[in-house]
């Protein structure tokens, strides 16, 4: 089983860069496909990014593409999503989660996830 501990969230302008962290512990992140979620309040749980064992398959939600970069260090053990142009609609938890079953294409559906951390709050200011 694998633990995931997000870090990186705070307090941002509108245009701002903020970079997300997850460590993970347990097991070696070369064996999951990662990704990252978000859920503002009232509002359902929505993809972000993810990527693949190897890392070199990522995906990403239409709204964020060209501002996020999700990456993957499986020597570190962790995942980060770089966030840049941030804007007030991307103020959510953000989380990350660990599929094993995905050998290849990164699922983008949260209940293909198994492992999930404990979320990191993302605030943009307008």
């Known amino acids: 089983q694998v633990q995931l501990v997000e870090s990186g969230g705070g307090l941002v302008q509108a245009g701002g860069s903020l970079r997300l962290s997850c460590a993970a512990s347990?097991?070696?992140?070369?064996?999951?496909?990662m990704g990252w979620f978000r859920q503002a309040p009232g509002q359902e749980r929505q993809f972000v990014a993810a990527i693949s064992r190897s890392g070199r398959t990522t995906y990403y939600q239409d709204s964020v593409k060209g501002r996020f970069t999700m990456s993957k260090d499986n020597a570190k053990n962790t995942v980060y999503l770089q966030m840049s142009s941030l804007k007030p609609e991307d103020t959510a938890v953000y989380y990350c989660?660990?599929?094993?079953?995905?050998?290849?294409?990164?699922?983008?559906?949260?209940?293909?996830?198994?492992?999930w951390g404990q979320g990191t709050q993302v605030t943009v200011s307008s």
């Open positions: 989660a660990a599929d094993s079953d995905a050998p290849y294409n990164p699922p983008t559906a949260w209940s293909r996830y198994d492992y």
């Open positions: 347990g097991r070696t992140l070369s064996n999951y496909a």
